[in-house]
């Protein structure tokens, strides 16, 4: 079963950009999509969008166009989400989740350990 | 755009069953599916394509749909299953959501 493993804390300034990875814990990412689901402190879970390392493609919420980048590196082994323009209501804490490309059914079963990000 | 809408907070006692609804046009055409958050945790799935369980998770969590309305239903509940739960589905051109979210207190 291959586990995710997200970077550690970020502290940014307004108007800055911030990039989150999330390892694959052995073996590659390539046989899932990846989503990035984020956490304001105290709110509810808000979805940012998807990324298929295999192929590249990405999916991103309608919120965070233009704003957001959802990128892979050759191995495959890690995805990034990367956020420019950062407020305050961008602080939060950062997820990535997995699920099998030939079983996109069965929802969303391994997740990172999370990324807070605090815009200040 | 597409909502999924829950409520705030549900309360039961230990050995009740508790039920959490969400509602949503999407829910009539799309899988929901239902995840457990417990404080400073990542979210667990525990319902998928709308009354499936993953494996590990107890049997006395369950789901079910009716329409626009689907159901988390817990049996039995125990003190360890006080948390908060969302659910989740998506509209037709694959843009996901989560509802609001529900704080179940066990009593």
């Known amino acids: 079963q291959v586990q995710l493993v997200q970077s550690g804390a970020e502290m940014k300034k307004p108007g800055a950009s911030v990039k989150v990875s999330c390892k694959a814990s052995?073996?590659?990412?390539?046989?899932?999509?990846i989503h990035w689901v984020r956490q304001a402190p105290g709110q509810g879970l808000e979805w940012m969008g998807w990324i298929n390392p295999q192929s590249g493609g990405t999916k991103y919420a309608q919120k965070f166009q233009g704003r957001v980048t959802m990128t892979r590196d050759t191995s495959m082994s890690t995805v990034y989400v990367e956020l420019s323009s950062l407020t305050s209501d961008d602080t939060a804490v950062y997820y990535c989740?997995?699920?099998?490309?030939?079983?996109?059914?069965?929802?969303?079963?391994?997740w990172g350990q999370g990324t807070l990000v605090t815009v200040s | 755009s597409s909502e999924l809408t829950q409520p705030p907070s549900v309360s039961v006692s230990p050995g009740q069953t508790a039920r959490i609804t969400c509602s949503g046009d999407?829910?009539?055409?799309?899988?929901a599916y239902w995840y457990q958050q417990r404080p400073g945790q990542a979210p667990m799935l525990v319902i998928y394509k709308d009354i499936e369980r993953p494996s590990g998770v107890p049997e006395r969590f369950s789901g079910s749909s009716s329409g626009t309305t689907v159901t988390l239903t817990i049996s039995g509940v125990q003190a360890e299953d006080e948390a908060d739960f969302y659910c989740q589905s998506a509209d037709s051109d694959g843009n996901w959501m989560f509802g609001g979210g529900t704080k179940l207190t066990v009593l």
């Open positions: 052995r073996d590659t990412l390539a046989d899932y999509y």
């Open positions: 999407e829910l009539a055409k799309q899988f």
């Open positions: 989740a997995k699920y099998p490309q030939i079983q996109p059914w069965v929802g969303l079963q391994d």
